[in-house]
């Protein structure tokens, strides 16, 4: 069983930076695809980027394109989101999942992202 544990949720203002970690556990990592999501209070689940498990491609939601840069560490286990010009909208929990084909079978536990304007 995968286990992923999120860090480096907080408060910050807007058209601040943070950058959220997600560390696995499990032998193959590097085989993993890795995703962020978000859910803000009242509304659904959504996609915010992807990242394959060589680190070659990434995919993302067009809400944060340009703002969001998502990365991995194979070697630590560990994927990445940075997140600049940060805005209240993007105020949410972020979690991440480990995809197995199409669906995403492995999250976290979660944690919280607030912009203050």
């Known amino acids: 069983q995968v286990q992923l544990v999120e860090s480096g949720g907080g408060l910050v203002q807007a058209g601040g930076s943070l950058r959220l970690s997600c560390a696995a556990s499990?032998?193959?990592?590097?085989?993993?695809?890795m995703g962020w999501f978000r859910q803000a209070p009242g509304k659904e689940r959504e996609f915010v980027a992807g990242?394959?498990?060589?680190?070659?491609?990434?995919d993302y939601a067009d809400s944060v394109k340009g703002r969001f840069t998502i990365s991995r560490d194979n070697a630590k286990k560990t994927v990445y989101l940075q997140m600049d010009s940060l805005k209240p909208e993007d105020t949410a929990v972020y979690y991440c999942g480990r995809r197995f084909g199409s669906e995403y079978i492995n999250w976290g536990q979660g944690t919280q992202v607030t912009v203050s304007s």
């Open positions: 499990g032998r193959t990592f590097s085989s993993y695809y």
């Open positions: 990242i394959t498990g060589s680190g070659g491609s990434s």
